[in-house]
């Protein structure tokens, strides 16, 4: 994978990837309720499940490159606008100002007594859970990686430096998270605040799909 791409890649999943939803919820709950070690295997279920589908998404790629490479040139350009498209949704999405209260009630009422057996095992599926049973998950790896594969290079290595960024990235940003829960739960309750910060994501989730697209082109 060429440099250009990799960087537009962290950039995007920097900034798409870690907007507060309900992966992020859970890890600031789990820090909250448990702790920040306890945060942190809630954080590891969620990248092994994005493992899974950027396997998936990325053997899909490899057969549409190899056997049709002007319909994935096609698919190409499609994921460059499913990302732009995911830069307004950002942008405009409304401020949740209960954004707190939501996360405390993430484990429900018997959420200050933790698991008593197997709470590392517990809390790690609960993040595969959470990220595989996510219907979103899969329209963003599937419909982003297209746009950053090289037909003209091997797709599995392609797919390896995928999957090491966007688990680096991911579980850097989950635990920055689950480190600051308490105060990051409360900023994002504040309007001000969560407009500025989806408002930022978003333009910078545009530019580094474009950057993406353009890179690959000139």
């Known amino acids: 994978m060429e440099l250009e ?18 992966a992020v919820m859970l890890v600031i709950a789990t820090s909250m309720r448990y702790g920040f070690r306890l945060a942190l295997v809630s954080a590891l279920g969620v990248c092994a499940a994005n493992v899974l589908w950027i396997t998936l ?3 899909g790629a490899g057969v549409l490159a190899k056997q049709f490479p002007v319909l994935f040139a096609g698919l190409k350009i499609l ?4 990302i732009l498209w995911l830069a307004w949704k950002t942008v405009t999405q409304p401020v949740d100002t209960h954004f707190e209260e939501e996360v405390v009630e993430v484990f429900g009422p018997d959420a200050r007594r933790p ?3 197997g709470r590392f095992v517990s809390l790690f599926f609960r993040g595969v859970g959470l990220q595989i049973a996510n219907p979103n998950a899969l329209v963003f790896f599937g419909g982003m990686l297209p746009t950053f ?4 290079a091997p797709v599995l290595q392609q797919a390896i430096v995928m999957i090491m960024t966007v688990t680096l990235t991911e579980m850097f940003g989950l635990t ?17 605040f969560a407009r500025y910060f989806y408002i930022s994501a978003g333009i910078i989730m545009a530019l580094s799909g474009m950057w993406a697209i353009l890179s690959q082109i000139l």
């Open 149 to 152: 594969f090289n037909v003209s």
């Open 5 to 22: 791409l990799w960087i537009s890649l962290i950039i995007l999943f920097a900034a798409g990837g870690l907007t507060p939803g309900p």
């Open 176 to 192: 920055v998270y689950g480190a600051a829960a308490r105060a990051l739960a409360h900023k994002f309750s504040e309007p001000q």
């Open 79 to 82: 994921g460059l606008l499913f």
């Open 115 to 117: 698991p008593k057996y």
């Open 57 to 59: 998404a990325a053997s």
